[in-house]
């Protein structure tokens, strides 16, 4: 019992101190963010600005297209979380509670398509969008991720396999439900939790991407939050103006750190079902 006890000390050490090794750097961005020109270098630094201005964030919006990165970067986390999440859920089910020929050679292949680097299809996949005439638009963003995510797949397909008895589902085959009666009153309200972590990572995933804007964006009034923020660095880095690069950079985190919040015990919960067997 005390040997326990002192690990569970030690475990909550290493935690605390991973939580403040991570939290230091945002905190300080925060700070710099509200500094002046002049302070951000003092001599010793201060945490807590003196005095506080939140002049940067007003003048980013102003210098800075951020208004219509947020919209690019937005239309694409819509289309590619709503269709993208609905129809990853109806495959994890196929390849949870139904069985087809095949199923697990395909699941299997699918798999394996997790360990091929995006640089290995970088090249093929621009020159396929170039010749369509989808560069510089949103669709080789928005595309790929309509049809779902062999990562989300293979998570919300171990989470129906633990959390969706075959009993159930053959209750409703008895009842008369079909496939998708059962997909949207059965299936859809028993993986809520997994949907709801896997959307907040996707969320994440999405908003942040730079990569792939990157390649495909030309037009600065098509770029997403990601690139232009980037395009800051080359613009403002000169000037060293820190503070207003700090600014909108916490201005992009301030959606993904409201949806971590919300979806946090969808992250538990869907994690702590899917351990459970039987």
């Not at 605390?16 to 002046?36: E, R």
């Not at 980013?60 to 979380?81: A, Q, Y």
């Not at 990157?214 to 232009?228: A, C, F, M």
Request: aromatic share 14%.
């Amino acid at each position: 019992m005390k040997s326990e006890k002192i690990i569970n000390i030690w475990a909550f050490a290493i935690l605390l101190f991973g939580s403040v090794a991570m939290l230091v750097p945002f905190a300080w961005s925060i700070s710099t963010s509200l500094k002046d020109q002049k302070n951000i270098f003092q001599i010793p630094p201060k945490w807590i600005p003196d005095p506080a201005t939140f002049q940067h964030y007003i003048e980013v919006w102003k210098e800075v297209p951020l208004l219509s990165g947020f919209i690019n970067t937005l239309i694409v986390v819509v289309f590619v979380l709503v269709i993208g999440i609905f129809t990853s859920t109806m495959a994890a089910y196929a390849f949870a509670k139904i069985d087809f020929p095949f199923k697990e050679t395909i699941f299997l292949a699918l798999l394996g398509t997790m360990m091929i680097p995006f640089a290995v299809v970088m090249i093929p996949q621009f020159i396929m969008f170039s010749k369509l005439n989808w560069v510089d638009t949103l669709l080789p963003l928005i595309l790929p991720g309509l049809f779902g995510n062999i990562v989300t797949v293979f998570f919300l397909r171990q989470f129906l396999q633990s959390a969706l008895p075959d009993e159930l589902i053959d209750a409703a085959k008895i009842d008369g439900s079909g496939f998708i009666r059962t997909f949207f009153t059965i299936v859809l309200p028993v993986a809520k939790p997994a949907i709801a972590a896997q959307a907040a990572l996707g969320f994440m995933g999405i908003w942040n991407d730079f990569l792939g804007p990157l390649i495909y964006l030309h037009s600065p009034e098509k770029q997403t939050l990601q690139v232009v923020i980037a395009s800051m660095q080359a613009q403002y880095m000169g000037s060293s103006n820190y503070p207003l690069i700090l600014a909108a950079s916490i201005i992009s985190m301030i959606p993904c750190v409201i949806i971590f919040l919300v979806a946090q015990k969808h992250f538990v919960q869907s994690l702590a079902i899917s351990g459970i067997k039987g």
